[in-house]
DNA sequence: TCAGTTGGTGGACGTATGTTCACTCATGAG
DNA sequence: CTCATGAGTGAACATACGTCCACCAACTGA
């Protein structure tokens, strides 16, 4: 569960720096230090099962023997990124919820939360993008559960919202998963933009909007009864 | 451009097994060795840029050394695999084009055709999928570049088709790219796909079927002007 | 036929890795 | 206060890595 302080690295809260803690406290905080290190890692580009249990000690500012006090292996760490990775995408989804429908330009809105929500929460969504398709077998399908899990959810709020009350359940799933990949895959689009150019950013921007757009368009139109056998 | 025998290891031709052949082809063995080799331990799940030189040369069948006749880097045969990707989608694209546009149950079939390319590309299809997120930065904007190709062609392609005269041609780019990333994540799930089991293959099929149908649904129904400033 | 080119070899190097072990020494429970 | 617990240390190991070098042998072009 790791109820870390953490995403966005807090500036020390408020006791000056250390030395204070009860024991707990202390074995995570440098556990977090190991996750983040590969966080961290990550971000300079470099691939998670490439990731080196002395390179993540080293940037986490322990010694090797260290990381065995906390994980077995670099992949039970990656497991645990994943689980967190899985926390922030239905932190996601709470707070969409919690913000309703807004009638008007709802799917531009939607889009611009997005982009905002991933650039604020770079390093799990780079994790998950990245290791989604290319990573480790266990990691992967342990991503694969995370996000199937999250369509699940997505199909429910969608259900309860009842914008398509044309869909079957089966079918408004099958348009989630479209919007979700989509959506995970703009992640990537979103994270690899160089900064400042803001023309492009608003022609990647309208880009999405449009698929979505498309996606739910599609969707309005649906018919179940186009099946043959 | 590698004008290599492969894909579908061939059963060493006509002559029984080698002495017999000019310098030149001789490189370009040892060399489709080194391509297979890395290939090969993707296959067994690895990602690409967690392959070590000496472990590619051991599958090859060559000592380390040999590696540097061929390439000065992992990361240059890297490239050259995403060109020979590349070319693996442009023959799957042409194959396609001289197929013509079947009139009946037209996205059932493509969807079909596409999972029988995908199943005997398999490694390329790997490659690309387990890469285009997750590899090491150069090789990712290869891919992507590879990717962005090959949606301008099929771009091309639909436009002469006029099978969407509603849609203006940066749409249809929108259209195809969309196309594009889903069916590129649906070789992950065929990849994926335990064989045998014959019931989850037919839903995975139907499940694509259906994407793709909406997307088009979406197509056929879109408009431009539904933009504001 | 002969010399030059070159793909492949084998050994060696420095360095990095994962894992082990015995060891500190502050913490927190009794 | 005492003392067992356990998070973090430091040294050592076997092994693997990328890269360099001198060398061979065979194909090539003259």
Redesign the pocket.
Same mark, same amino acid.
């Given at each position: 569960m790791t109820a870390r302080s953490r995403p966005g690295s807090e500036p020390n809260a408020c006791t000056d720096d250390e030395?204070l $803690? @009860?024991? /707990?406290?202390?074995?995570q905080?440098?556990?977090d230090a190991l996750i983040d290190a590969a966080l961290q890692l990550m971000n300079e580009g470099r691939s998670f099962n490439s $990731? /080196? $249990?002395?390179?993540i000690t080293?940037v986490a500012g +322990? +010694? @090797?023997?260290?990381?065995?006090?906390?994980f077995k292996?670099?992949n039970e760490l990656g497991l645990v990124l994943v689980e967190e990775s899985g926390l922030t995408l239905r932190r996601m989804l709470r707070e969409a919820r919690r913000a309703g429908a807004p009638v008007k330009d709802m799917i531009r809105r939607s889009v611009q939360v997005y982009k905002a929500f991933v650039l604020s929460n770079r390093l799990h969504f780079l994790f998950v993008a990245g290791e989604r398709s290319g990573g480790s077998p266990v990691i992967r399908s342990a991503i694969r559960n995370e996000v199937d899990q999250f369509i699940d959810e997505m199909t429910q709020d969608l259900r309860h919202l009842a914008i398509f009350p044309n869909l079957s359940p089966e079918s408004l799933r099958m348009v989630c998963e479209l919007v979700v990949n989509t959506m995970l895959h703009a992640a990537t689009d979103i994270l690899d933009l160089p900064p400042g150019d803001e023309a492009l950013a608003r022609a990647q921007e309208d880009n999405h909007v449009h698929q979505v757009r498309l996606i739910f368009l599609g969707a309005q139109l649906w018919r179940e009864e186009t099946e043959k056998a």
């Open positions: 030395e $803690l @009860p024991r /707990g406290q202390r074995k905080r440098t556990r $990731l /080196g $249990l002395r390179e080293r +322990v +010694v @090797p023997t260290s990381f065995y006090r906390h292996d670099t």
